[in-house]
């Protein structure tokens, strides 16, 4: 008698973070499928390369500069009121830069001053994706997810000032500040990717008191390569911690162009190696920003475990005010500048959509103007730090800064321990 056929399984199906699913058996290679979610509606094809001519070194770029303007996309969760709120959080942003390198070459900026000129869109609706009980760690250019995060333009500007009413009471003259008591909010930390640990260890800490929260924090494409990201990076994966992590492609690593920086086409694709959800988005554009946070940050209330979103967009100044970023190429500043993430949203409001008329749209527009303006002049006005108070906050005494759990008491192991073996610590401190 014949021997029936075994019948052939269907290929296990690929679970939302790459990772296959249905078998316990050992998957075939064809059978190990990653999918990297791309909401663009536009991918650049274009290339930068190294010239030298003689002692004259310069880049070029190769490809289509030509294409027209992609639309936004419409947002799967974003209703006409927020919207208008992301909108609005943008101009601020732009605004209080604007603002802030007047000041500086006023000389009233203590330090240089870092931009984030096309880069709001995705600072803005990235934090907006926020709850109240997540928590955040921005980069220097990400100035408007501060706003976002509760933080003022007068907070901002007084704290590039160094003044006595600012975040760090004047005892910094940039971006480092934060505020880990109300708003959830890590300072920023100049060692390039060092925030991607900490807010794994965030999300860590608030699972060990029995909650999932989502954790956001932000890193450029040139810093993602440092050994840190990826250290961070795979414990959060490892541990399923909720961290959302926005590898913001701006195309330069200071004045190395992204090209000369990695092999990889998208940046997203290294997502594959940790074993989770990888995303791309065109960072100009909010409704995409905002989606892929927003279901980020859902699968991290869920315990499901960090993403990595890709946001690609241009960095429309130097790395900073000392830099006038003479190595761009000018037909690349050209392409990025006719999609400039706020014209781009403002068409988006007050033409596709028609949830601003011309006129609201202006009344909102001085209406920012306003409030940036009494910010200034308040910034400018408060007083510098006195002498005396240098010492202040240096050295920590008795309930200085007693740090409480802010979502319950700290699950810890029970029942018995008498078979345990106690140890000697390994460092004594006295």
């Not at 979103?309 to 000392?322: F, L, N, P, Q």
Request: charged letters at 25%.
């Amino acid at each position: 008698m014949a021997k029936k056929k075994k019948a052939l399984k269907a290929p296990a199906r690929s679970s939302s973070n790459g990772r296959s699913r249905g078998s316990t058996a050992p998957q075939a290679a064809s059978q190990r499928t990653y999918t990297i979610l791309d909401y663009r509606l536009e991918k650049p094809a274009f290339t930068l390369r190294q010239v030298r001519a003689g002692d004259e070194v310069r880049y070029e770029v190769k490809g289509d500069l030509s294409a027209p303007v992609p639309p936004i996309r419409e947002s799967k969760y974003l209703d006409k009121k927020q919207s208008i709120e992301i909108y609005r959080w943008m101009l601020l942003n732009r605004k209080m830069e604007t603002a802030l390198e007047n000041l500086y070459k006023q000389g009233k900026v203590v330090g240089g001053v870092y931009f984030g000129l096309g880069q709001e869109g995705c600072s803005c609706a990235s934090a907006y994706a926020l709850q109240p009980d997540d928590w955040m760690g921005p980069m220097i250019r990400n100035q408007g997810s501060m706003l976002v995060r509760g933080f003022s333009a007068r907070d901002i500007m007084m704290q590039y000032m160094a003044k006595a009413g600012s975040p760090t009471k004047g005892r910094d003259a940039s971006s480092h500040f934060g505020d880990i008591a109300k708003r959830n909010v890590v300072a920023p930390i100049s060692t390039l990717g060092d925030l991607i640990p900490v807010l794994s260890g965030v999300a860590l800490g608030a699972r060990l008191q029995g909650r999932n929260i989502a954790v956001m924090t932000y890193i450029g494409d040139g810093g993602q390569s440092t050994g840190v990201t990826y250290e961070g990076l795979n414990f959060a994966a490892v541990q399923d911690l909720g961290l959302v992590l926005f590898v913001e492609n701006n195309l330069w690593g200071y004045s190395t162009p992204a090209d000369m920086q990695f092999r990889v086409k998208d940046l997203a694709e290294r997502a594959i190696a940790y074993g989770i959800p990888g995303v791309i988005v065109d960072g100009t554009d909010a409704c995409q920003v905002y989606d892929a946070a927003h279901e980020a940050c859902e699968r991290a209330r869920r315990g499901q475990g960090p993403t990595l979103i890709e946001a690609k967009m241009m960095r429309m100044k130097g790395h900073a005010i000392h830099d006038a970023a003479e190595y761009v190429p000018k037909p690349l500043f050209e392409y990025w500048k006719k999609r400039d993430c706020i014209a781009r949203f403002e068409n988006y409001l007050v033409s596709v959509k028609k949830w601003l008329t011309g006129e609201e749209n202006l009344k909102l527009i001085a209406d920012v103007d306003r409030e940036l303006e009494a910010d200034r002049d308040f910034a400018v006005a408060s007083p510098m730090p006195e002498p005396e108070s240098a010492a202040g906050g240096v050295y920590c005494g008795a309930g200085c800064h007693e740090v409480k759990p802010k979502y319950g008491t700290p699950k810890v192991r029970t029942g018995n321990t008498a078979g345990l073996k106690r140890t000697e610590a390994a460092v004594h401190l006295k």
